[in-house]
């Protein structure tokens, strides 16, 4: 018994089993909670308009905030320099005109040529081009509101000179309004499968319901965000009434983002 107690073979230890499984998932996998943006409460439609005719500002006729109707006076050119070029087109296009009925009536007496009949044609049409031309630049003088809405901005003031198509009024279509942010780089890639709420400064509702309507494809220069505007559908008559242009907005992104990666190991006890 002695001797056996003393051997040196050591037993044969048990077979590893594992007894524990793990799963890894991704940094950002799985339901995150709320990101917020920053945003701006605008108008869904809104148009920078300007002179289609170079000139001097003679008149201001809006200001900033007046609501307008559609075709009403914004702003006016000196239009002297465009009537005077009216007023001697329309010499030109009666003296054509004039000129074209005489032939006419000498070719049937045969003491003008069809030739010379249909030259003075092109003449008196080119004329009445002309004069059609100057008539159309001394009314574009008048710088009209395209729509009904509000003027969000002026840059031009009496006496300024401003070129041909350059921006001088802002105005925003009233009655839609929604939310634009700059979402991150970070952020960009799942926004339109989260959840868009949003905060408004200013009004009594504690968060309105956002919709993604349009991302840009590209990223700013030089913060490297991403335009997004937000829907707000469902807005009740006295909501939208509370919501005003320029009013600031946070944009409270939320919900399920990426599908997870899993990792599974199997780790024995020793």
């Known amino acids: 018994m002695l001797v056996s107690g003393c051997s040196s073979e050591a037993a044969t230890p048990p077979p590893l089993r594992p007894v524990l499984v793990m799963t890894v ?6 339901t995150v909670g709320e990101r917020s943006v920053p945003g701006v409460v605008v108008a869904r439609y809104a148009t920078d308009i300007g002179f289609q005719v170079p000139g001097r500002v003679g008149k201001r006729l809006v200001e900033v905030g007046q609501v307008v109707r559609k075709g009403q006076p ?3 050119l000196d239009d002297s320099d465009y009537a005077l070029a009216l007023t001697a087109r329309k010499a030109e296009a009666d003296q054509a005109t004039a000129d074209e009925q005489r032939l006419q009536t000498l070719v049937a007496d045969g003491a003008v040529s069809v030739a010379d009949n249909e030259r003075q044609k092109a003449r008196a049409k080119a004329a009445r081009a002309q004069y059609q031309l100057a008539s159309n630049q001394a009314r574009y003088t008048t710088l009209v509101a395209p729509y009904d809405g509000v003027v969000t901005g002026l840059r031009a003031e009496a006496g300024q000179m401003v070129a041909e198509g350059m ?4 105005m925003a279509r009233q009655g839609e309004v929604e939310i634009a942010a ?9 926004v339109s499968r989260q959840q868009a709420r949003a905060e408004v400064w200013g009004t009594e509702a504690e968060r309105y319901e956002l919709k993604l309507r349009e991302l840009s494809p590209a990223a700013s220069q030089p913060l490297r965000t991403y335009r997004a505007r937000f829907a707000l559908p469902g807005l009740t008559p006295a909501a939208k009434a509370r919501l005003r242009l320029g009013m600031t907005a946070q944009v409270l992104l939320s919900g399920s983002t990426a599908l997870p990666f899993v990792v599974r190991g199997e780790y024995p006890t020793f």
């Open 25 to 30: 998932a991704g940094g950002n996998a799985g």
């Open 182 to 190: 700059d979402i991150p780089e970070s952020l960009v890639a799942d």
């Open 74 to 76: 914004l702003l006016q």
């Open 167 to 170: 921006p001088v009024v802002s």
